[in-house]
């Protein structure tokens, strides 16, 4: 039992990880998803308005800078102040003459007087397709930043042109992109967060859900080591799903069925050495009594000695029975099936006992109301189910009664019809009327030497035929038994 707790305890813990990991996985694929997808988005729609911005500022300074007026430092100033204070990043602005030589730069306030002369082409290739008027889209690159660091900034790009000048500079807009990092960042975490605090209420759930699980499975794997132990009678009672009431349904079934098979055996068993026991126990006393008398007559040893034959044949019989049932259970008996004409049949079966219901004066009659009814079957073997049902009719029926056999065609089948005036069989023993050894009137059948097995063959016989065989009776009026054989196509 202990063992079932551990080994159920750690199958809950291992759903429980086999959720972790499968919902951990798929939260990871779908943050990477997630968080390139937006920062793809925030990305571009940087680049977009920066790329905007350089148009504007070139438009609004073009004829202050063919001009060269002085204040355009200021301009250029006050428009960086406003794109940083719209777009919350430090935003710095260049102005490049049609050299690529800086002229003005918002950093720096001072005129170009003061101001440190630098060709940008070599150091930024776009300049060059920029003053040749071409449209370059802006970019974001990570320049080395404080203490061994990155830092990610974007450029964005714009001629500044003239009327009657044509292209006399470039605009440069360099915008740092940390506040956009810290938010990605802040996103990220966010989603790592709360992708860890829903993995960890899945697994506790998952682990919640799993004991409702692995509670029927558990009670199951008892129920099965019982049985193996050899206590059949065991009944489990599984809620939950329908997967799994259906499960403990199946398994309730099964073990019905094995504890009746079981208990049919110990029955069959304990009948069939009773069966066998009492022939051999007349035996015995027959030849210990002959061993014993002192008597030296023929007469008395003629008669012990035929009942010991009696009892010889009967135990063979039997034995005979029992071959014959184990053969059919095992499916090793043969029936070869030929045109049997049903109305030659039953007049065949009843000959042996016609002679039966005579010496009892038992009337014994066959009514067909089609006589030209053929099925497909072996005809010896049906004629075994004929006799033995017929037999038992004319055994369990008093002196002087009736039994009749009528054959008549069903929807697809002919049917045999036999009816007793006898003792009839008590409801309760209906549905035992085809175990073996099973017996309404025991002490009866034994003094008449039947074998217990008759209805047993010919239930089995009819089967393989593809038929069926059913009986209705009233307790103290009589019996009737219907053999459904199927006709010959």
Same mark, same amino acid.
């Given at each position: 039992?202990q063992?079932?707790?551990?080994?159920?305890?750690?199958?809950?813990?291992?759903?429980?990880?086999?959720?972790?990991?499968?919902?951990g996985?798929g939260?990871?694929?779908?943050?990477?998803?997630?968080?390139?997808?937006?920062?793809?988005?925030?990305?571009?729609?940087?680049?977009?308005?920066?790329?905007?911005?350089a148009?504007?500022?070139?438009?609004?300074?073009?004829?202050?800078?063919?001009?060269?007026?002085?204040?355009?430092?200021?301009?250029?100033?006050?428009?960086?102040?406003?794109?940083?204070?719209?777009?919350? $990043?430090?935003?710095r602005?260049?102005?490049?003459?049609?050299?690529?030589?800086?002229?003005?730069?918002?950093?720096?306030?001072?005129?170009?007087?003061?101001?440190l002369?630098?060709?940008?082409?070599e150091?930024?290739?776009?300049?060059? $397709?920029?003053l040749?008027?071409?449209?370059?889209?802006?970019?974001?690159?990570?320049?080395?930043?404080?203490?061994?660091?990155?830092?990610?900034?974007?450029?964005?790009?714009?001629?500044?042109?003239h009327?009657?000048?044509?292209?006399?500079?470039?605009?440069?807009?360099?915008?740092s992109?940390?506040?956009?990092?810290?938010?990605?960042?802040?996103t990220?975490?966010?989603?790592?967060?709360?992708?860890a605090i829903i993995?960890?209420?899945?697994?506790?759930?998952?682990?919640?859900?799993?004991?409702?699980?692995?509670?029927?499975?558990?009670?199951?794997?008892q129920?099965?080591?019982?049985m193996?132990?050899?206590?059949?009678?065991?009944?489990?009672?599984?809620?939950?799903s329908?997967?799994?009431?259906?499960?403990g349904?199946?398994?309730?079934i099964?073990?019905e069925k094995?504890?009746?098979?079981?208990?049919?055996?110990?029955?069959?068993?304990?009948?069939?050495?009773? $069966?066998?026991?009492?022939?051999?126990?007349?035996?015995?006393?027959?030849?210990?009594?002959?061993?014993?008398?002192?008597?030296?007559?023929?007469?008395?040893y003629?008669?012990?000695?035929?009942?010991?034959?009696?009892?010889i044949?009967?135990?063979?019989?039997?034995i005979?029975?029992?071959?014959?049932?184990?053969?059919?259970?095992?499916?090793?008996?043969?029936?070869?099936?030929?045109?049997?004409?049903?109305?030659?049949?039953?007049?065949?079966?009843?000959?042996?006992?016609?002679?039966?219901? $005579?010496?009892?004066?038992?009337?014994?009659?066959?009514?067909?109301?089609?006589?030209?009814?053929?099925?497909?079957?072996?005809?010896?073997?049906?004629?075994?189910?004929?006799i033995?049902?017929?037999?038992?009719?004319?055994?369990?029926?008093?002196?002087?009664?009736?039994?009749?056999?009528?054959?008549?065609?069903?929807?697809?089948?002919?049917?045999?019809?036999?009816?007793?005036?006898?003792?009839?069989?008590?409801?309760?023993?209906i549905?035992?009327i085809?175990?073996?050894?099973?017996?309404?009137?025991k002490?009866?059948?034994?003094?008449?030497?039947?074998?217990?097995?008759?209805?047993?063959?010919?239930?089995?016989?009819?089967?393989l035929?593809?038929?069926?065989?059913h009986?209705?009776?009233?307790?103290?009026?009589?019996?009737?038994?219907?053999?459904?054989l199927?006709?010959?196509?």
């Amino acid at each position: 039992m202990q063992t079932n707790r551990r080994i159920f305890s750690t199958l809950r813990w291992k759903i429980a990880l086999a959720y972790l990991v499968v919902i951990g996985l798929g939260f990871l694929i779908i943050n990477i998803s997630i968080m390139e997808i937006f920062e793809k988005d925030m990305i571009k729609s940087k680049k977009l308005a920066m790329q905007k911005y350089a148009i504007e500022v070139a438009q609004q300074i073009s004829n202050m800078y063919s001009e060269g007026d002085p204040d355009i430092i200021f301009e250029i100033q006050e428009i960086a102040d406003d794109i940083a204070q719209k777009e919350g $990043e430090f935003t710095r602005i260049l102005i490049l003459n049609n050299k690529g030589v800086v002229d003005y730069d918002s950093y720096n306030v001072i005129g170009p007087e003061g101001l440190l002369k630098r060709n940008l082409i070599e150091d930024i290739p776009e300049i060059k $397709e920029v003053l040749e008027g071409h449209q370059i889209d802006a970019k974001d690159i990570y320049i080395p930043g404080d203490s061994n660091s990155f830092k990610r900034v974007m450029y964005a790009y714009a001629p500044i042109t003239h009327d009657e000048e044509g292209i006399i500079g470039a605009v440069i807009i360099s915008t740092s992109l940390s506040s956009t990092e810290k938010l990605l960042s802040r996103t990220r975490n966010m989603l790592n967060l709360y992708s860890a605090i829903i993995s960890i209420s899945i697994i506790i759930i998952s682990f919640i859900i799993s004991s409702f699980i692995t509670k029927p499975l558990n009670e199951l794997t008892q129920g099965i080591q019982k049985m193996s132990q050899g206590h059949l009678d065991q009944r489990v009672n599984i809620t939950g799903s329908k997967e799994l009431r259906q499960l403990g349904q199946a398994f309730n079934i099964m073990s019905e069925k094995l504890e009746n098979l079981d208990k049919a055996r110990n029955e069959f068993v304990s009948n069939a050495s009773h $069966e066998l026991k009492t022939p051999l126990s007349s035996m015995k006393i027959l030849t210990e009594s002959l061993l014993h008398m002192d008597i030296d007559d023929p007469a008395i040893y003629n008669e012990f000695l035929t009942d010991i034959d009696n009892e010889i044949d009967r135990l063979n019989a039997i034995i005979t029975d029992l071959l014959s049932l184990v053969h059919m259970d095992d499916g090793d008996i043969y029936i070869q099936k030929d045109e049997v004409v049903v109305k030659d049949l039953i007049l065949k079966s009843i000959k042996g006992v016609q002679i039966l219901a $005579e010496k009892r004066d038992i009337e014994l009659t066959t009514t067909f109301s089609d006589e030209e009814l053929v099925v497909d079957g072996d005809e010896m073997k049906l004629q075994q189910v004929i006799i033995n049902i017929v037999d038992n009719a004319i055994k369990y029926t008093p002196d002087g009664g009736k039994v009749w056999i009528e054959v008549y065609k069903g929807l697809d089948s002919a049917i045999i019809k036999v009816t007793d005036t006898g003792i009839g069989i008590p409801k309760e023993d209906i549905q035992k009327i085809f175990d073996r050894f099973f017996r309404v009137d025991k002490a009866r059948s034994r003094s008449t030497g039947g074998t217990g097995l008759g209805l047993s063959i010919a239930h089995k016989i009819v089967l393989l035929h593809d038929g069926n065989i059913h009986v209705t009776s009233k307790e103290g009026k009589g019996t009737t038994f219907y053999i459904e054989l199927p006709l010959k196509a």
